[in-house]
């Protein structure tokens, strides 16, 4: 039987997605900030005595004294086999890349960041009972706000014109 995954790719997404970002965007569980540490809700007990090591990108829940890397808490608080949550994985990842590669393009040519990019950023993932409406667009809200900022710049334009209308006179 062949592999249906490089371990490149294995060792990218355990390594490269960062296991803090992943528990609050992508899976979107319920955290608590103290003492300056994320405390998440373990997916197999559901205590709050875990803990994360950034500098491993590995988390551990103290009260069942299970260790996990991005595929396994994915997998537990998915409920998803091994090659799904890799597949789910390697689509957060590209999304997550194409977002950067955007912002990071937007930087080099010093053009403000737009509102809709900002707050693509800041909005939770759809959850995953919209994604078989095939009606539903996870892009939909930050296309809306593009569309009122370039509205709103229109509108401004339009009323510096009357400004200076009123002004000249």
Do not use: W
């Amino acid at each position: 039987m062949t592999r249906r995954f490089t371990s490149d790719e294995l060792y990218a997404i355990r390594n490269h997605i960062p296991i803090d970002v992943l528990i609050e965007t992508l899976l979107r569980v319920p955290v608590r900030h103290t003492q300056n540490r994320l405390r998440f809700s373990c997916p197999l007990c559901a205590g709050f005595q875990t803990s994360i090591l950034r500098e491993k990108n590995l988390s551990r829940c103290f009260d069942c004294g299970k260790n996990f890397n991005t595929i396994e808490i994915v997998m537990y608080h998915m409920h998803i086999g091994f090659v799904e949550s890799v597949n789910r994985l390697k689509q957060y990842q590209s999304d997550l890349t194409k977002q950067t590669a955007s912002i990071e393009k937007r930087k080099k040519l010093d053009c403000p960041l737009t509102i809709g990019e900002i707050i693509g950023d800041i909005l939770p993932p759809p959850r995953q009972n919209h994604s078989k409406n095939p009606s539903y667009d996870k892009h939909a809200i930050p296309k809306r706000i593009d569309k009122l900022e370039k509205k709103f710049d229109t509108l401004s334009s339009q009323v510096e014109k009357l400004c200076r209308l009123i002004l000249s006179r």
